[in-house]
């Protein structure tokens, strides 16, 4: 079978139909119960190409092996991807276009034809003028984030099925949920996995090679006010979401935050308000690619909140606490002391006719937590775009090469 024959479209259009979209403000595990309607089917699926060694446990992660057919003794690979897509857009009805010899003019979304899909908007796309690409239909995101990496690793796994003759050890395929509120790996059992070393599939561009992450946390700062009646306030009210807005207002303007920083630039993000006059809380993301500085960010962060305080009378009561909670650090930390990761991978891009982009992540993979959990993991590229919107779109020969990429990892591995 030649590379450019793999179903891999075909398996990523019926699992981008599953609404597995993940729920940041859930207590459970997995954050939806939906997200395994999909992994159900990932079970079913790979039962049927003849895998023996296939779970869903009750957390929802899916774990398959495939044996090692050689005498040789070699390391466990782990593959993984996961199977929630983002809060950010809508994941349900998602409609997967399949646009065949893309001509290069403005892709209209035929569910809003207000969204379009453009060069302009998105340079990449003109390496497809001539090539087949996948789109939503306007309403919803696409889910190429990251069911693109999880067809491509299935798609891996029928090639090694049906080429018995390609000699590899013993793989693992690993589907994790909720990914996307940052607790893909909570719940997994690495011992039960028995992998030695992983890669992610839940890269952009073709050519993306990934082993460094910004290093997060989160970080909650809540603002006790004095409440008072509104008829009666004079001189006793000291209002909670006002004090919210001078601190936010309090923020450097031109850097300091996503909308200005770019490369291995850190920033501290205020991504959701909530309450009222008496009590509010701002909750911030906070990015470096240096670990060091997330603590000199928390510091700078507290000091512009207590200066607002000190500086306005009418806040002279009020109180101001923080909760900073880790989230993932850099996986480079753990992927340097082990480089044949890096190096077999680079060869197996090359054998493929890739030529890799080794560059930092500007977010966090499950590969940042497995790293830091004993399993170090990069991310190699799955070819997805403008993820976590209605603009999502993939090309399905990135699909493609991302398989043969993989296959030529086991080989040489």
Same mark, same amino acid.
């Given at each position: 079978m030649a590379f450019d024959q793999l179903q891999v479209a075909q398996r990523?259009?019926?699992? /981008?139909? =599953?609404?597995?979209?993940?729920?940041?403000?859930?207590?459970?595990? @997995?954050?939806?119960?939906k997200q395994k309607n999909l992994s159900r089917l990932l079970v079913q699926e790979l039962e049927e190409m003849g895998i023996q060694q296939v779970e869903?446990?009750?957390?929802?992660?899916?774990?398959?092996?495939?044996?090692?057919?050689?005498?040789?003794a070699k390391p466990v690979l782990c593959f993984c991807a996961h199977v929630d897509t983002a809060p950010d857009c809508s994941g349900t009805g998602v409609k997967p276009i399949l646009h065949k010899n893309y001509n290069g003019q403005p892709l209209v979304l035929p569910d809003d034809p207000t969204q379009m899909i453009t060069t302009e908007a998105y340079p990449y796309l003109k390496n497809f003028i001539g090539k087949d690409?996948?789109?939503?239909?306007?309403?919803?995101?696409?889910?190429?984030?990251?069911?693109?990496? /999880?067809? =491509?690793?299935?798609?891996?796994?029928?090639?090694?099925?049906?080429? @018995?003759?390609?000699?590899?050890?013993t793989l693992k395929l690993l589907f994790t949920p909720d990914e996307e509120v940052g607790r893909g790996t909570d719940f997994l059992d690495l011992k039960k996995l028995g992998a030695d070393y992983a890669y992610t599939l839940d890269g952009g561009e073709l050519g993306c090679f990934e082993m460094e992450t910004f290093s997060a946390?989160?970080?909650?700062?809540?603002?006790?006010?004095v409440i008072a009646h509104p008829g009666a306030a004079k001189g006793v009210m000291q209002n909670a979401i006002k004090i919210a807005g001078e601190i936010i207002a309090a923020l450097p303007k031109d850097s300091w935050s996503p909308e200005h920083t770019e490369g291995k630039q850190g920033f501290?993000?205020?991504?959701?308000?909530?309450?009222g006059a008496e009590k509010a809380s701002i909750e911030f993301l906070i990015r470096d690619h240096a670990t060091f500085k997330l603590k000199e960010y928390t510091q700078q962060l507290k000091e512009i909140a207590e200066k607002v305080l000190l500086q306005n009378p009418d806040f002279s009561?009020?109180?101001?606490?923080?909760?900073?909670?880790?989230?993932?650090?850099?996986?480079?930390?753990?992927?340097?002391?082990h480089p044949i990761l890096v190096e077999k991978?680079?060869?197996?891009?090359?054998?493929a006719g890739v030529t890799p982009i080794v560059e930092p992540i500007r977010g966090g993979t499950d590969g940042s937590r497995l790293s830091f959990l004993g399993l170090?993991?990069?991310?190699?590229?799955?070819?997805?775009?403008?993820?976590?919107?209605?603009?999502?779109?993939?090309?399905?020969?990135?699909?493609?090469?991302?398989?043969?990429v993989l296959v030529h990892l086991v080989e040489i591995f």
């Amino acid at each position: 079978m030649a590379f450019d024959q793999l179903q891999v479209a075909q398996r990523f259009m019926r699992y /981008v139909q =599953i609404d597995t979209q993940s729920d940041p403000e859930s207590n459970s595990f @997995p954050s939806t119960d939906k997200q395994k309607n999909l992994s159900r089917l990932l079970v079913q699926e790979l039962e049927e190409m003849g895998i023996q060694q296939v779970e869903m446990d009750e957390h929802g992660y899916v774990m398959a092996t495939l044996l090692s057919n050689s005498n040789e003794a070699k390391p466990v690979l782990c593959f993984c991807a996961h199977v929630d897509t983002a809060p950010d857009c809508s994941g349900t009805g998602v409609k997967p276009i399949l646009h065949k010899n893309y001509n290069g003019q403005p892709l209209v979304l035929p569910d809003d034809p207000t969204q379009m899909i453009t060069t302009e908007a998105y340079p990449y796309l003109k390496n497809f003028i001539g090539k087949d690409i996948i789109s939503a239909s306007g309403t919803t995101l696409l889910g190429a984030d990251d069911k693109a990496g /999880v067809a =491509i690793i299935v798609e891996l796994a029928h090639y090694l099925i049906t080429h @018995p003759e390609l000699q590899h050890g013993t793989l693992k395929l690993l589907f994790t949920p909720d990914e996307e509120v940052g607790r893909g790996t909570d719940f997994l059992d690495l011992k039960k996995l028995g992998a030695d070393y992983a890669y992610t599939l839940d890269g952009g561009e073709l050519g993306c090679f990934e082993m460094e992450t910004f290093s997060a946390d989160s970080l909650t700062m809540d603002i006790q006010g004095v409440i008072a009646h509104p008829g009666a306030a004079k001189g006793v009210m000291q209002n909670a979401i006002k004090i919210a807005g001078e601190i936010i207002a309090a923020l450097p303007k031109d850097s300091w935050s996503p909308e200005h920083t770019e490369g291995k630039q850190g920033f501290i993000h205020p991504h959701h308000i909530s309450g009222g006059a008496e009590k509010a809380s701002i909750e911030f993301l906070i990015r470096d690619h240096a670990t060091f500085k997330l603590k000199e960010y928390t510091q700078q962060l507290k000091e512009i909140a207590e200066k607002v305080l000190l500086q306005n009378p009418d806040f002279s009561k009020a109180t101001v606490h923080f909760k900073v909670k880790e989230q993932y650090r850099n996986m480079k930390e753990v992927i340097d002391l082990h480089p044949i990761l890096v190096e077999k991978a680079l060869m197996a891009y090359q054998m493929a006719g890739v030529t890799p982009i080794v560059e930092p992540i500007r977010g966090g993979t499950d590969g940042s937590r497995l790293s830091f959990l004993g399993l170090p993991a990069p991310n190699i590229f799955t070819g997805m775009q403008a993820i976590h919107s209605k603009h999502e779109w993939i090309g399905v020969a990135d699909m493609q090469k991302a398989v043969e990429v993989l296959v030529h990892l086991v080989e040489i591995f």
